[in-house]
């Protein structure tokens, strides 16, 4: 049953039991009406008591229904609440925990409320691109004021309970209890029995000047979410819920919701909001997994990774071995993360306590015995097999049964890495991003021999430092980098055919990426992928990759750390500037390739990037190196500055619809006449069976 109907004292308490949220869905809102109906028709009954089972009251509606039948099949959330504000008998609600979305508005519709000191009270919808849809923009102005209701709703950030009792002249709740509300919320009803019922909609919205907050409000939000249109809309309805009746703003409001629940940001949204929790179930891993504890750490190497890799699990409260070869790359890696905890603290987001209180807990050694009671070893030593061999070898020899041995490679076989170990099921990738304590994408590689008591505990241990993990299976790249390599590589066929890096960078910034190719490829470091592509050209010497790369590299511009690259840069300072030196070289490369430069519109610079990704997404899900779809987006959006109101690369080609990705990618198949391009519109098997049976990918 999702709620239960008790009787205590002359008093109804209908209690939501729909774990682990309490949502509102169909069962539930069906199961409140019945409550509702059956306290309003037994005499013994004087009033009526809402409140949640479990930790928290209610998370919201049940936005998997949001898009069905079942979403508008009465009572709908608007219904049902517009019955119990008509209720006869006083109808008390008591939240504690988390009050959100639907709950909110559920309470709010209530004639009185109590909250547990703590409750986090939000109207999150416009996190999904989304207005609040069952009146809640209309009955919070009315007991919040239109300030703070304005801000809760086109931020969608939860305020607590005690904060929201302090603003003057509030009517959201008539009191803030310790611990649970539900006594208290049973004596506000019995005393209220008889009284007039108070109804949040017949306030009216107080401000001192409505009209002069409400322009400052759309240009702040104007200005802040240019690329979204949800935000706007609640300025829309929180605007009627001041000037209108509220019918006549519930219409509004109403008209809003249905409107952004077709845009394809909401969609995005919706999308990645799902990606985020799909993203942590692994098919063949069941939740009732064991997971092993992990309370110690290990660190191997304090470069660049290993200091940020430190840096998260200190964060966590968890202490840190962290061992390098020699003293002073200790110490310069020991200082790098003090430095960045300093400036954490100068900015005013670190105590000095918590400074001393996660230094403390970091322990930098030159022995690997200091490693013997660690539970989880991760490896970010230079990118060589060979060095990658003696470290395994050593943690093989030195680790505790039981400890996971993980490597933060980027491009070698951890397959490979395994076998260098007497222990595969232990060893596994955690392939984290630059810089590793800020990026929140950990890709966790899934080894041919990695148990699954090991694969559980990784996703677990990645919730503990709060990163979105995503599991990928054994290939060169694994899902971010090989996927980017055939962005990169249509890049560097557009130079050659005739864009400029700068423009490239534009067309793919007003897209929404986060940073264009080039100046992606600056920061990370040019050098980095001339290193892998010298690798493969004996490994794999049919690749073809556009030679500008190498062209620019062989002039030692590797990017930001050596003041050039594709851009010039000035010291200090991280701003880009085009360099005629790097357009002279890619002009000489066409040139020199006998290729006659030609105009190039942004549009198809975006679809050949864009659709590159899509192509070899499609590939990495065939072959099993991701299980879905919405797992290559959650990548994408974490780790790689993919706009997040496109929902990912794969989402966004269920968007574009797959036959029209399908037709461009023929298209541009065709135009590659002298084959340079060899393979990169060889259409995915894939997307040739979605596009014949009418499906998608996400
Ligand atoms: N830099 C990135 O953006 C990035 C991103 C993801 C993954 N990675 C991977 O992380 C690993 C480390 O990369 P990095 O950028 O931090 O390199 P880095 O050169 O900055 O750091 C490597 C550190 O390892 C130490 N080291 C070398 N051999 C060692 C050994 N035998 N025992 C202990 N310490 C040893 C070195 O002294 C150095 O401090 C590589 O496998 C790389 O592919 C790098």
Known sequence: MTTEYTARDKVAVLTLNNPPVNGLGFDTRVALAAGLDRALADPAIDAIVINGAGKSFCGGADIKEFGTPAALAEPNLLSLILAFEQSTKPVVIAVHGVCMGGGLELALGCHYRIAARGTQVALPEVKIGLVPGAGGTQRLPRAIGLEPAMNMIVSGNPVPSEMLAAIPGQRLFDQIVDGDPLDAAIALAQAKVGAPLPRLRDLRVKHDNAEGF????????????????????????VEAAARKRFDEGIKIEREAFAALMMTPESRALRHAFFGERAAAKIPDVPESTPTREVGKVGVIGAGT??????MNFLNAGLPVVILETAQEALDRGIATVTRNYESSVKKGK???????????????????????????????????IGVKEKVF?????????????????????????????????????????????????????????????????????????????VVSGVCDGFIGNRMIEQYSRQAGFLLEEGALPAQIDAAMERFGMAMGPFRMSDLAGNDIGWAIRKRRAIEQPELSYPKVFDRLCETGRFGQKTGAGWYDYKAGDRKAYPSTLVDELVIAESQALGIERRQISDEEIVERLVYALVNEGAKILSDGIASK?????????????????????????????????????????????????????????????LVASGKSLT
Request: proline share 6%; with cysteine; aromatic share 8%.
């Open 305 to 310: 990774m290993g200091g940020g890799i430190a």
């Open 393 to 469: 070898k050593q943690l093989d020899a030195v680790a505790k049964p039981g400890a996971i041995l993980a490597s933060n490679t980027s491009t070698l076989n951890v397959d490979t890495i395994a076998s260098f170990t007497q222990r595969p099921q232990d060893v596994i990738g955690l392939h984290f991003f630059s810089p590793a304590n800020v990026m929140p994408l950990l890709e966790v590689v899934r080894a041919r021999l990695t148990s699954k008591e090991v694969l559980a505990t990784a996703m677990k241990v990645a919730k503990r430092i709060r990163k979105t993990a």
């Open 214 to 237: 409400i322009a400052f409000a759309r240009l702040t939000v104007g200005a802040m979410a240019k690329d979204y249109p949800a935000p706007q809309r609640c300025v829309d309805c």
């Open 629 to 689: 779809a919405s797992d290559i987006d959650m990548v994408y959006l974490t780790g790689y500055g993919f706009p997040v109101y496109r929902g990912g690369p794969m989402r966004y080609a269920d968007e574009i619809g797959l036959w029209n990705v399908l037709r461009a990618m023929r298209r541009y198949a065709a135009a590659d006449s002298n084959g340079r391009q060899a393979g990169a519109w060889e259409p995915a098997p894939l997307l040739v069976d």
């Open 350 to 384: 670190l105590s000095p306590e918590k400074l001393a209180t996660r230094m403390g807990l970091l322990t930098p050694t030159l022995d690997y015995a200091a490693l013997a009671d660690c539970d989880l070893i991760i490896e970010a030593v230079f990118e060589e």
